[in-house]
């Protein structure tokens, strides 16, 4: 029997799959079934990185540059929620890196643990439309080491970012720069913002400025 509300069933709403459980990627074998994102090769490397949904004028167009997501959480969550309508905003780029949802350590494992998924979710679904893509790596305490380094190759291409990073904390995130480097083995580390020397001694790094004038400048230096 047809119903004045039959139409609306012919097709399946909009937020009918909002976990995106119809579409899912491989994993590593970890045990989050976090999905496995392709190896980012050191040609990968940006000469700069824009945040999300900036639009960049110049006449050198965007082939050398990324697109990054170290914005607050509210400023892409798109990428998540609507991420067919997000890539709008992500076509011009060949390379991203993968969202950095937020880890706090007073957070819920479950909420840290949900933020990586979502963050590699994203980056295999941008790898399965064509980009290049580069693992965003981020930790919160200690008891995140478990899970939020799945998903990422080893010896891949690493971003990762130190802005708001307070001094009371450096401790905590220097803790968990060594053991990505140990458990990665990175072939390169992106950092936005800057490293400590001490720290890079292990590992390739290229840092990036924050300020806006970094991209003609990291330009003009890379010819």
Known sequence: ?????????????????????????????????IPSLPHAPLTFTPTWLAPYRTRIRSADGVADGAVHFFLDDYRFESVWSHPHKALRYLTDFKTLLTPDFSLYPEWPLAVQVWNVYRSRWCGAFWASRGFQVIPTASWAGRDSYDFCFAGI???????????????????????????????????????????????????????????????????????
């Open 1 to 33: 029997m047809r119903t004045r509300s039959s139409p609306r069933w012919q097709h399946t709403p909009g937020s009918f799959d909002a976990l995106h459980t119809g579409q899912l990627f491989p994993t590593d074998g970890n045990a989050y079934h």
């Open 153 to 223: 190759a080893r010896h891949s291409l690493v971003a990762i970012s130190r802005v708001g990073i307070r001094a009371a904390d450096e401790s905590r995130f220097a803790h968990g720069f060594r053991e990505m480097v140990e458990r990665i083995r990175p072939s390169r580390v992106l950092c936005y913002s800057s490293l400590r020397a001490e720290w890079c001694k292990d590992v390739d790094v290229s840092c990036y400025p924050t300020r806006w004038d970094g991209i003609k400048g990291a330009r003009h230096d890379g010819r």
